[in-house]
T-cell receptor, first 111, second 116 residues
Framework: GQSLEQPSEVTAVEGAIVQINCTYQ??????LSWYQQHDGGAPTFLSY????GLEETGRFSSFLSRSDSYGYLLLQELQMKDSASYFCAVRSGNRDDKIIFGKGTRLHILP | SAVISQKPSRDICQRGTSLTIQCQVDSQVTMMFWYRQQPGQSLTLIAT?????????ESGFVIDKFPISRPNLTFSTLTVSNMSPEDSSIYLCSVEDLDRWNNEQFFGPGTRLTVL
């Protein structure tokens, strides 16, 4: 079977740094993506890792280790507006195969 | 990027009836997906709808229950047939352009369905 594991909830303080981990088990691998979803909103794309290493986009960074089937999303200088659910997602096979979403991590930010 | 609209945004329906959800994209896209999401839960893929071919359904979802149309590269519909309260959920349309290198999917605002 195919599965993605990520923590169900994480709590951090405003201004701090938080890391959300994701491990995956799939029959193939084409890339790891991260999405953000605020309550009542649609998921929005944050980042993509097709190769090992770190990708940085402003306050957000994403890391991938294909040998470990592991990745993480790093959020720096946390702001209250970052309170949301974060989903890792994996395309398991070819470029036109479906994307599988993890169960999501609810990020709570304390003032 | 792609801008996606869905109709209706929400509906309350009676058991046994059917609802058709429309998804309109502002540009031509190759891949279109329909998801279901319970509040606070993950996204569950119902089916992939590519223009010019039959929709591909995921395990647990069948065409008789969730018929899908994809008449062109900017539009699709999902029908939830013979509804029961278990079908109450948020239904999301999503698109992806295979020409984009980063696997980015764009999501519509969703249709919140409540079945009584």
């Amino acid at each position: 079977g195919q599965s993605l594991e990520q923590p169900s909830e994480v709590t951090a303080v405003e201004g701090a740094i938080v890391q959300i981990n994701c491990t995956y088990q799939t029959s193939g691998f084409y890339g790891l993506s991260w999405y953000q979803q605020h309550d009542g909103g649609a998921p929005t794309f944050l980042s993509y890792n097709g190769l090992d290493g770190l990708e940085e986009t402003g306050r957000f960074s994403s890391f991938l280790s294909r040998s470990d089937s592991y990745g993480y999303l790093l959020l720096q200088e946390l702001q209250m507006k970052d309170s949301a659910s974060y989903f890792c997602a994996v395309r398991s096979g070819n470029r036109d195969d479906k994307i599988i979403f993890g169960k999501g991590t609810r990020l709570h930010i304390l003032p | 990027s792609a801008v996606i609209s869905q109709k209706p945004s929400r509906d309350i329906c009676q058991r046994g009836t059917s609802l058709t959800i429309q998804c309109q994209v502002d540009s031509q896209v190759t891949m279109m997906f329909w998801y279901r999401q319970q509040p606070g839960q993950s996204l569950t893929l119902i089916a992939t709808a590519n223009q010019g071919s039959e929709a591909t359904y995921e395990s647990g979802f069948v065409i008789d229950k969730f018929p899908i149309s994809r008449p062109n590269l900017t539009f699709s519909t999902l029908t939830v047939s013979n509804m029961s309260p278990e079908d109450s959920s948020i239904y999301l349309c999503s698109v992806e352009d295979l020409d984009r290198w980063n696997n980015e999917q764009f999501f519509g605002p969703g249709t919140r369905l409540t079945v009584l």
